[in-house]
């Protein structure tokens, strides 16, 4: 490829092929948490989440910078993980909708980090906020491992801009693991 080419190449494609693309990556369905100063709890719907690495355990969330909660999650100490089970996509629907309290009427605990944890999810993992960095529209927050569970059961699936569920049999039991 002439030099030419390489820099049309950097060109940034059109959003919706960007959104189509992306798409096409199957991942799970998760709310992010915090408390804020005065006790009152924030989250919202995240797909972004990955695992980052082992040793120490980090973990990476995107939150959007239009996000209405992202000021609770730029002054956070601690952030929760709630990946969320096949039979919670209603939560999944409640922490993406605009202007409502996400968590009015909810069942939810604080963690021992704080973070709100909502019940019977799949997995739980509570984060001291590490990193954080500004990435385009969002910021990338790196959190590190303090404490998770896990529960056994089907996840929520988000594949191509729809909720979905892996065919039966695809989802292994667990056991419930801790690190402290
Ligand atoms: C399946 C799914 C995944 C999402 N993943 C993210 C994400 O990773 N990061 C993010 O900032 N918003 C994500 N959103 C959007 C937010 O959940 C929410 O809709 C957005 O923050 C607007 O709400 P707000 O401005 O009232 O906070 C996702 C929405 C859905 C339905």
Redesign the pocket.
Known sequence: MSSEGAQDRAQPVAADDFRRACGRFA?G?TI?SVVDPHGTPHG??????TSVSLDPPLVL????H?????EAFREARFFAVNVLGAGQREL??R?????QDRFDGLAWHAGETGAPLLEETLGEIECAMRYRFTAGD?DLLVGQAVRTEVRAGAPLV?FGGS?RKLAEGESAGVSRSRID
Do not use: E, I, P, Q
Request: aromatic share 14%; proline share 0%; glycine share 8%.
């Open positions: 991942t369905v992010a919202l719907t995240v797909n972004s989440f969330v995107a939150v959007g239009t996000a209405s909660v992202m999944a629907d922490f993406a909708r605009k202007g969002h988000y909720y």
